[in-house]
Every structure is written in C-alpha cells, then in structure tokens.
C-alpha cells in the first residue's frame, strides 16, 4: 500500500487548507485511514481518523469544530479540510492506514504511512 499525501503550505492564521491522501488500495473502506501530525522538535500526534462502511470519524480534541476528515471511495483518497487554522497546527501532516475497521490513535496501531506534507500557518 501506498500513500501519497499533498496540499500543504503556507496559509495565514484563519485561513484554510485541503490535504490530500491517495491511496493505492482496492476498498478505502477496508482501511482505517488517519491522519497525524509532527511540529518542529515534538512528537508526531494523532489528528483524526475515518473509518468502517459508514465512514465514523474520531477526533483529536483541539482540532474538533475546524477539521473535517472525508473520503472518497472511488478516487480512493482521504481529505482534510483544515478550517480556522491557527499557528500551532503548524507541522508536517503524515497520513497513515491500517487495515481493518477498529479505529486507533496510537502511531504504532497503523501499518502504512506517507511521505508527508508541509502546512505552516503564520500569525
């Protein structure tokens, strides 16, 4: 499996970005698909996951209200729509999958990961 994740970069506070993950799968909705984050000098995060025939959704408190976690099952890629977005979600963005519908927040719960994508946010 792979995973091609884009549209990063700079965007003023209050403003928005769409990211993009490709995934070379035959059924998106076979994976849980997520999405996570790594600020300069931090630990990478968990920002958000989408899951299961029904597409749930989990997540991350902080980013509850101004991100959207979405999929499209044809074209095979996940979307996040970073809304209000704010200086500290400046970070490379990291899309990930794992087999299976049970949904994860822990990096080592997910099997496959992508190059990632640059968003910074200036004040």
């Known amino acids: 499996v792979q995973l091609q994740a884009s549209g990063g970069g700079l965007v003023q506070a209050g403003g928005s970005l769409r990211l993009s993950c490709a995934a070379s799968?035959?059924?998106?909705?076979?994976?849980?698909m997520a999405w996570f984050r790594q600020a300069p000098g931090k630990e990478r995060e968990f920002v958000v996951a989408?899951?299961?025939?029904?597409?749930?959704?989990y997540y991350e408190n902080s980013v509850k209200g101004r991100f959207t976690i979405s999929r499209n099952n044809t074209e095979n890629t996940v979307y996040l729509q970073m809304d209000s977005l704010k200086p500290e979600d400046t970070a490379t963005y990291y899309c990930?999958?794992?087999?299976?519908?049970?949904?994860?927040?822990?990096?080592?719960?997910?099997?496959?990961w992508g190059q990632g994508t640059l968003v910074t946010v200036s004040s």
């Open positions: 799968v035959r059924t998106l909705s076979n994976y849980v």
């Open positions: 990930a999958a794992r087999p299976g519908s049970l949904n994860g927040t822990k990096e080592g719960y997910y099997v496959y």
């Open positions: 989408i899951w299961g025939s029904g597409g749930s959704t």
